[in-house]
């Protein structure tokens, strides 16, 4: 009977493990496949809100074609592909990456650096 919960105590860390890395290599897939066909424009948040279990969220929207789209990340995502260098400000316009394959797929780039006067009205926003 020992020798049976023995090998379940050695099966379990493998197990583990062997998840852990499967979820790093999908997501390092999802990314790739993200970078290869993403674009780049304009969005500004919206909301910064908090979610029980389910920590904050950033809701925002982003210039597509001349219409708005919206968007939703996480606060604090816990893969690095994510930017998030200070707080989201509501108002404050960001870059944001978007699949034009599938625009529900979109990151938004929470950086220090504000758009210039010239690199706003670039997007036709004043």
Do not use: C
Not at 1 to 16: Q, Y
Not at 47 to 73: A, C, M, P
Not at 78 to 104: H, L, M, Q
Request: charged letters at 30%; a positive charge; zero cysteines.
């Amino acid at each position: 009977m020992k020798s049976k919960n023995n090998l379940r105590g050695h099966l379990f860390l493998p197990a583990i493990l062997l998840a852990i890395v499967i979820i790093v290599i999908n997501q390092k897939f999802i990314d790739k496949k993200f970078d290869s066909s993403k674009e780049v424009t304009i969005g500004k948040v919206t909301d910064v809100y908090y979610r029980y279990k389910q920590g904050g969220n950033i809701k925002f929207k982003f210039l597509v074609d001349g219409k708005w789209i919206n968007g939703l990340d996480p606060k604090n995502p816990a893969f690095p592909k994510y930017v998030r260098e200070e707080e989201p400000i509501i108002g404050k316009y960001y870059k944001v990456e978007y699949n034009p394959k599938d625009i529900s797929d979109s990151k938004i780039i929470i950086v220090q650096k504000k758009f210039t006067h010239s690199e706003l009205k670039s997007f036709g926003i004043e």
